[in-house]
């Protein structure tokens, strides 16, 4: 029997971190009994032989952006090597520049990404004593295109030429340019292939142009490409794809209904699409994760490290560290060994309960035999040695990572210094990555930006700018996220507003849609309905649809500024936005004809 059952025993009733969203509807959920009713959110299945029904109505709720889920991939299994890939050579260009860029956030569970391309990535070499390494293979598609800056100049070109447009070149190139984040790039040449060449199209290769439609554009139009795949094609891991990018929207009916809707197909149910709906669920309504566990028990899936890594989570944000001690024993028992990045979520939540002691004991374990055997295990340790305020190992981890100047652990170098406040020492790594590499790593320089924006210091973040751009470096949408929340943390939200709105003047691009939302929440805090009402339109004519979070924001506005708010039910009614419990509230304070205690009394 799967570990799941064992995990269903051990907690007959999920003690897990309560949601940050107002529950739609309330899971009533009693395990082991048969016949045993569920009340959720969304999902359509029945066990016949049992009786078992479930029925559920969902509403369509937007909320705060979430980790990445990235292209589901036809890899069902993940496979585990102890082997530590080459790092990733940094990218001198803006990050995601003109696309709503939702890789900016961490990564959780579920993501198989890309791994019918990891392979592509390798060549197998033979050093002289006659052991097998593995480099990174190069690929003169991508490289053509990154240097011409042009994917239709360079496929032109390519065609004329005569050479070949293999799948292993094409993949490569997408993989690498998905791995700069140059999604727009990815997006021009697929869609330049289908118009253009015979290029036999696969399964996977649809799912990749599907996932960049919904990162370039919107859910709606990766909807409407999905109709145009020929059906022969449009199998499970297409639908996987969209219902990975329904979960990163957070649009929980779409993934309810696409769920679903796999089901009908007779797809099978994988641990895949639980693992979504397991994230979907963390970050709208935790009460209904047990209905999805006995989901995975009756169809029999086995979960995933990726599904244990999700539990672990939400045990811990409960602050049950008993419940997640037990999890680590079920893991065990399976037979799955706990990898570092396990480990570190571990040691996070000792450290969050207090339990010091325990947490360096775990990062010992990460440490292992020593960090020129695992150096990769710094980017876990550097901010755990840092939450506990320990920079003797932070300062000792730190001169590890600038002998190696391995990109990942830079980063982690100079985050760990920034919660440390010793910003010089953030400030010397940076330095000697740019030395190495000739140029400005971009992931770095956001890093050491939002040390600069969490500290107010407006100075250095206004001439790191600077630095970057002198550097020869694109200024896009990123870097203005990044000054936006520079100025606002600095108080002047007026400047803010400034830089973006001049930015968007002289540039085609669009800003980030959590650019405009910290500006807007910053003018509800302040009670300024002007200009919050200003950004909001904004908003809508830079193509980013009303959602429940900006009605909230500006409602908010009208709250703190005690100004009654006319029609506004009648334009979240032509937004097609319906309020939750929160946002109602807020509409009866702000409702112009509402009558106090006092009035009704007096009819007045």
Same mark, same amino acid.
């Given at each position: 029997?799967y570990?799941i059952?064992?995990?269903?025993?051990?907690?007959?009733?999920?003690s897990?971190?309560?949601s940050s969203?107002?529950a739609? /509807? @309330?899971?009533?959920?009693?395990?082991?009994?048969?016949?045993s009713?569920?009340?959720?959110?969304?999902?359509?299945?029945?066990?016949?032989?049992?009786?078992?029904?479930?029925?559920?109505?969902a509403?369509?709720?937007f909320s705060?952006?979430?980790?990445?889920?990235?292209?589901?991939s036809?890899?069902? +299994?993940?496979?585990?090597?102890?082997?530590?890939?080459?790092?990733t %050579?940094?990218?001198s260009?803006?990050?995601?520049?003109g696309v +709503?860029?939702?890789?900016?956030?961490?990564?959780?569970?579920?993501?198989?990404?890309?791994?019918?391309?990891?392979?592509?990535?390798?060549?197998?070499?033979h050093?002289?004593?006659?052991?097998?390494?593995?480099?990174?293979?190069?690929?003169?598609?991508y490289?053509s295109?990154?240097?011409? @800056?042009?994917? @239709?100049?360079? &496929?032109?070109?390519?065609?004329?030429?005569?050479k070949?447009?293999s799948?292993?070149?094409?993949s490569?190139?997408?993989?690498n340019?998905?791995?700069?984040?140059?999604?727009?790039?990815?997006l021009?040449?697929?869609?330049?292939?289908r118009?253009?060449?015979?290029?036999?199209?696969?399964?996977?290769?649809y799912?990749?142009?599907?996932?960049?439609?919904?990162?370039?554009?919107?859910?709606?139009?990766?909807?409407?490409?999905l109709?145009?795949i020929?059906?022969?094609?449009r199998?499970?891991?297409?639908?996987?794809?969209?219902?990975?990018n329904c979960?990163?929207?957070?649009?929980?009916?779409?993934? +309810?209904?696409?769920?679903n809707?796999?089901?009908?197909?007779?797809?099978?149910? =994988?641990?895949?699409?639980?693992?979504?709906?397991?994230?979907?669920?963390?970050?709208h309504?935790?009460?209904?994760?047990?209905?999805?566990?006995v989901?995975?028990e009756?169809?029999?899936?086995?979960p995933?490290?990726?599904?244990y890594?999700?539990?672990?989570? =939400?045990k811990?944000?409960a602050?049950d560290?008993?419940?997640?001690?037990?999890?680590?024993?079920?893991m065990?028992?399976?037979?799955?060994e706990?990898?570092?990045?396990?480990? !570190?979520t571990?040691?996070?939540?000792?450290?969050?309960?207090?339990?010091?002691e325990?947490?360096?004991?775990?990062?010992?374990?990460?440490?292992? +035999?020593?960090?020129?055997?695992?150096?990769?295990?710094?980017? /876990?340790?550097?901010?755990l040695?840092a939450?506990?305020g320990?920079?003797?190992?932070v300062?000792?981890?730190?001169?590890?990572?600038?002998?190696?100047?391995?990109?990942?652990?830079?980063? !982690?170098?100079?985050k760990?210094?920034?919660?440390? @406040?010793?910003f010089?020492?953030a400030?010397?790594? %940076?330095?000697? &990555?740019?030395?190495k590499?000739k140029l400005?790593?971009m992931l770095p320089?956001f /890093?050491?930006?939002?040390?600069?924006t969490?500290?107010?210091?407006?100075?250095?973040g206004?001439n790191?700018v600077k630095?970057?751009?002198s550097?020869?470096?694109?200024?896009?949408?990123?870097?203005?996220?990044?000054?936006?929340?520079?100025?606002?943390?600095?108080?002047?939200?007026?400047?803010?507003?400034m830089? &973006?709105n001049k930015a968007?003047?002289?540039?085609?691009?669009?800003?980030?849609?959590?650019?405009?939302?910290?500006?807007?929440?910053?003018y509800?805090?302040?009670?300024d309905?002007?200009?919050?009402?200003k950004?909001?339109?904004r908003?809508?004519r830079?193509?980013?649809a009303a959602q429940?979070?900006?009605?909230?924001?500006?409602?908010?506005a009208?709250?703190?500024?005690k100004?009654?708010?006319?029609?506004m039910?009648?334009?979240?009614?032509?937004?097609?936005?319906?309020?939750?419990?929160?946002?109602?509230?807020k509409?009866a304070?702000?409702?112009?004809?509402?009558?106090?205690?006092?009035?009704?009394?007096?009819?007045?």
């Amino acid at each position: 029997m799967y570990s799941i059952s064992k995990i269903l025993r051990r907690s007959q009733r999920f003690s897990l971190a309560s949601s940050s969203f107002g529950a739609v /509807s @309330k899971l009533e959920i009693s395990i082991g009994v048969k016949g045993s009713a569920f009340r959720a959110c969304g999902l359509n299945f029945s066990d016949k032989s049992q009786g078992l029904i479930r029925r559920y109505s969902a509403r369509d709720v937007f909320s705060r952006f979430i980790g990445i889920n990235k292209l589901s991939s036809l890899a069902e +299994e993940e496979k585990e090597s102890e082997l530590e890939l080459e790092e990733t %050579f940094p990218v001198s260009g803006d990050v995601a520049e003109g696309v +709503e860029d939702d890789s900016i956030f961490d990564s959780e569970l579920g993501c198989d990404v890309d791994a019918c391309d990891d392979g592509l990535e390798m060549e197998m070499e033979h050093s002289k004593e006659g052991k097998t390494k593995r480099t990174r293979a190069r690929c003169e598609l991508y490289e053509s295109i990154v240097a011409y @800056k042009s994917v @239709k100049h360079v &496929l032109e070109q390519w065609v004329k030429e005569g050479k070949d447009l293999s799948q292993a070149e094409v993949s490569l190139a997408v993989h690498n340019l998905r791995k700069r984040r140059s999604y727009a790039m990815c997006l021009q040449l697929w869609e330049w292939l289908r118009a253009n060449t015979q290029f036999e199209f696969t399964e996977a290769n649809y799912a990749s142009q599907l996932d960049l439609v919904a990162k370039v554009h919107s859910l709606q139009k990766a909807e409407t490409f999905l109709n145009d795949i020929p059906e022969s094609l449009r199998g499970e891991v297409v639908y996987r794809t969209l219902l990975a990018n329904c979960v990163l929207k957070l649009h929980v009916k779409r993934a +309810e209904d696409l769920f679903n809707k796999m089901k009908e197909l007779k797809f099978p149910t =994988s641990v895949f699409a639980c693992n979504q709906l397991l994230l979907l669920y963390s970050k709208h309504d935790r009460k209904k994760i047990p209905d999805v566990l006995v989901l995975m028990e009756k169809e029999n899936i086995k979960p995933t490290r990726g599904t244990y890594q999700f539990l672990i989570n =939400s045990k811990g944000l409960a602050g049950d560290i008993t419940g997640m001690d037990k999890l680590v024993e079920t893991m065990k028992e399976e037979g799955i060994e706990l990898d570092p990045e396990i480990q !570190a979520t571990l040691a996070r939540y000792y450290i969050r309960a207090g339990l010091k002691e325990r947490a360096e004991e775990v990062m010992k374990e990460i440490e292992g +035999e020593g960090l020129n055997q695992t150096p990769w295990v710094c980017r /876990s340790l550097l901010p755990l040695y840092a939450d506990i305020g320990d920079k003797d190992n932070v300062r000792r981890l730190s001169r590890f990572v600038e002998q190696t100047l391995r990109y990942d652990n830079c980063i !982690a170098a100079i985050k760990a210094w920034g919660k440390l @406040k010793e910003f010089e020492e953030a400030e010397a790594v %940076f330095d000697k &990555l740019v030395e190495k590499y000739k140029l400005v790593p971009m992931l770095p320089y956001f /890093s050491l930006m939002e040390i600069y924006t969490e500290n107010k210091m407006l100075t250095k973040g206004k001439n790191l700018v600077k630095r970057v751009a002198s550097a020869g470096v694109k200024i896009g949408p990123s870097t203005w996220h990044a000054l936006v929340k520079l100025y606002i943390k600095a108080g002047e939200v007026g400047k803010a507003e400034m830089i &973006l709105n001049k930015a968007t003047k002289d540039n085609k691009m669009r800003p980030l849609f959590v650019s405009y939302m910290v500006i807007l929440e910053e003018y509800g805090k302040r009670g300024d309905v002007h200009n919050a009402e200003k950004v909001f339109m904004r908003m809508k004519r830079a193509g980013y649809a009303a959602q429940l979070m900006q009605y909230e924001t500006v409602l908010l506005a009208y709250v703190n500024a005690k100004t009654p708010a006319y029609g506004m039910s009648e334009r979240m009614k032509v937004d097609n936005v319906f309020p939750n419990k929160a946002l109602a509230a807020k509409l009866a304070r702000v409702d112009p004809f509402r009558k106090s205690p006092v009035s009704a009394l007096l009819d007045e």
